[in-house]
């Protein structure tokens, strides 16, 4: 390897000896090819024509009046495939095709990166396969549907509680098999490196449009800027335009689940301590032996024990702050906005929105507010249905 | 202590090295399955302590390492079972596990600990040597043998680097893969050793894949120095489970076939 890939003490490559030709590999192709003037091309366009980039941003204005408090909405969930997944699948779709492989793995939780991957596995003619935890399967199953339609294999894992832990643990499996010739297109800005810098890299233009359009619509910089985060792609994304701009606030919102004290839940950052899991140093859900916890959220794709290790040194520095919102908050934010906007919000998009609500009575009106809406919530109608059944009727 | 080197130098043929998840299917059972393991020949063990997320095993071990913690296996529960089978037999220990839980016990503190218990080396299945700094000084400090895999994949230059790293043993990986039984052993396995036994001046040990005492036989005659066989025989203790006795009769009758094919 040709860099160390260390947030402060956090990230690494913590594989076994058969991944390291691959990564090494990745590493390699992505140096090459990030800034070569073909490639960059070639992916500004696929971003703009094929995933419809640049993404407006909105103010929410009548959200904000029942907030007391300016909301803008970065729309990722406008992208196609409906996240900004996209953005990422793109990016390492592209390297994969520069570096002339032909076979796609993934992994995903609530089926966003897998139908991400897939679109692009039908976009460039890859033979691509999408591991699912088989409860992720049947809570988003029409993500699932769509992933088929487009031409991938859909592989369920079983093991653990059947969410995106286990369909990571079972992605890299195959991989250790195939890992000759078959490229891991990896979800989030999390697992060994070169992952989260690539996957930092390729979603770092939702930060820069971000923060270019506050320029110009807002005439200044936001106060605060809000995320939510399982992995923390999006997170990372919207953030890395704001790091070197110290007045502006980034908060990540993880999976509060049940309730911290419940012990049911998904915040890492904010209730795990320093473990190593796929192939990263972060922080963790684990025991008191380093046995990984189970994870329980109402949105699949925030469902994961571990985080990006950028996102550890951000907090440890104290640049990023990191909160939870509970289940019911969030679904009472997703209701909120669907009825204020009209504009269903992804369950995972929908906890950054909750975190706003639960503050709404400690900030002045006049704060200015980006949340990255970084996903829509038609996936999630079903769900919302089972916990909310009046919400819908 | 017995080395794994008085091993290596006193054994005519190739080694026989069985592989156990600690505490499967409980810890009573398990310790008594590996002393029939040691009767029947076993010249070293490899012993696993489960993990969550084990990504470098397939679903025999898997499942393995989820009866091991439903039994309540821990590191103190691993520490005792090492004593029990040090106060048995002395024979040479590897173990073989996941980082997070070396991590979390403390690197320093975990190699002095085992090390007592009677461990010969640790292998952390997912260290590569890039990242194997973090164990390497605490290891040898202990008075470890430090084992790292080489895999089909592994450059030359890797292979230089993890020679010079490693005592006790190389773990040659026979396949592109985790760990299963295969039918077939890999046929590019003996390449492998040979390429390897040229750059290591420790001997040369393969694992992952093996399934019969024929595929133990062709390495030993290739030049493996020694022969780790695991997910066979963890599916021994699998699909026996209804059947304590009969888990230490296979057992027996399979490391003793193994034996066999592998002795001089």
């Not at chain 1, 922080?283 to 290790?309: C, F, K, M, N």
Request: a negative charge; one cysteine or more.
């Amino acid at each position: 390897m040709k860099y160390k890939g260390k947030f402060g003490e956090y990230g690494g490559f913590y594989v076994p000896e058969v991944l390291m030709p691959a990564l090494e590999e990745l590493e390699e192709a992505f140096y090459k090819y990030y800034q070569d003037k073909e490639f960059v091309t070639q992916l500004n366009k696929l971003l703009g024509d094929y995933a419809g980039r640049p993404t407006p941003l909105y103010y929410a204005a009548r959200f904000s009046e029942r907030l007391g408090l300016k909301v803008f909405l970065k729309r990722e969930d406008l992208l196609h495939g409906g996240a900004h997944k996209v953005n990422n699948t793109l990016g390492q779709g592209l390297l994969a095709k520069f570096m002339g492989k032909t076979k796609l793995i993934a992994e995903t939780g609530a089926g966003q990166h897998g139908l991400a991957t897939a679109m692009i596995g039908a976009l460039f003619g890859f033979d691509t396969k999408i591991f699912m935890g088989t409860t992720d399967i049947e809570r988003q199953s029409v993500n699932v549907h769509k992933m088929k339609l487009c031409g991938a294999e859909v592989i369920p894992v079983e093991g653990g509680t059947g969410t995106l832990k286990d369909a990571i643990n079972d992605a890299l499996r195959y991989w250790t098999a195939n890992v000759t010739d078959t490229f891991y297109l990896f979800g989030s800005a999390c697992g060994p490196h070169p992952y989260p810098t690539v996957v930092r890299h390729f979603q770092s233009c939702i930060g820069k449009e971000t923060r270019r359009q506050c320029l110009e619509k807002i005439g200044s910089l936001p106060d605060m800027v809000v995320a939510c985060v399982g992995g923390g792609s999006n997170a990372i994304g919207i953030f890395s335009g704001f790091l070197g701009d110290k007045d502006v606030r980034l908060i990540g919102v993880e999976a509060g689940g049940e309730g911290i004290k419940t012990g049911k839940h998904a915040a890492s950052l904010v209730a795990g301590r320093i473990g190593v899991l796929h192939g990263s140093k972060a922080y963790l859900l684990q025991d008191e032996q380093g046995q990984v916890l189970e994870t329980e959220s109402v949105s699949a794709g925030l469902d994961y024990p571990a985080v990006g290790p950028e996102h550890c040194l951000l907090k440890d520095t104290g640049r990023a702050e990191y909160v939870e919102a509970d289940d019911d908050d969030v679904l009472d934010a997703f209701e909120l906005l669907s009825k204020s906007e009209g504009i269903l919000p992804a369950l995972e998009s929908a906890h950054a929105l909750a975190y706003l609500c639960s503050v709404k009575e400690s900030l002045s009106p006049d704060i200015t507010a980006v949340v990255n809406l970084s996903g829509r919530g038609d996936k999630d109608v079903g769900i919302v249905e089972k916990y909310r059944p009046v919400m819908t009727k | 202590m017995r080395s794994y080197k008085e091993v290596f130098s006193e054994l005519k043929g190739a080694a026989l090295i069985p592989f156990f998840v600690i505490g499967d299917p409980d810890f009573d059972t398990s310790v008594t399955t590996v002393k029939r393991a040691i009767d029947s020949g076993a010249d070293i063990l490899e012993l696993g302590i489960p993990f969550s997320d084990p990504i470098a095993d397939g679903p025999t071990i898997q499942k393995a390492d989820i009866r091991a913690q439903q039994a309540g296996i821990n590191m103190q529960r691993a520490l005792a079972f090492i004593r029990q089978i040090k106060q048995y037999r002395d024979i040479p220990i590897g173990l073989l596990m996941y980082y997070n839980l070396v991590y979390q016990y403390g690197p320093e503190k975990f190699f002095r600990e085992f090390h007592e218990a009677g461990v010969n080396s640790v292998l952390v299945a997912d260290l590569n040597i890039d990242d194997a700094d973090e164990i390497f000084a605490p290891a040898r400090q202990a008075g470890l043998d430090t084992v790292f895999m080489v895999t089909p994949n592994t450059s030359q230059e890797r292979m230089k680097q993890i020679a010079s790293k490693t005592t006790g043993f190389i773990y040659a990986v026979s396949l592109l893969g985790v760990t299963g039984s295969r039918e077939e052993l890999s046929d590019t396995v003996n390449g492998l050793v040979k390429k390897m036994k040229a750059l290591a001046n420790v001997p040369v040990c393969v694992g992952f894949g093996i399934s019969k005492p024929e595929h133990a036989a062709v390495l030993a005659q290739g030049g493996a120095d020694g022969v780790i066989i695991g997910s066979k025989i963890v599916s021994i203790i699998e699909e026996n489970l209804d059947s304590h006795e009969k888990i230490y009769s296979n057992i027996r009758v399979f490391v003793k076939e193994v034996k066999a094919a592998i002795a001089k």
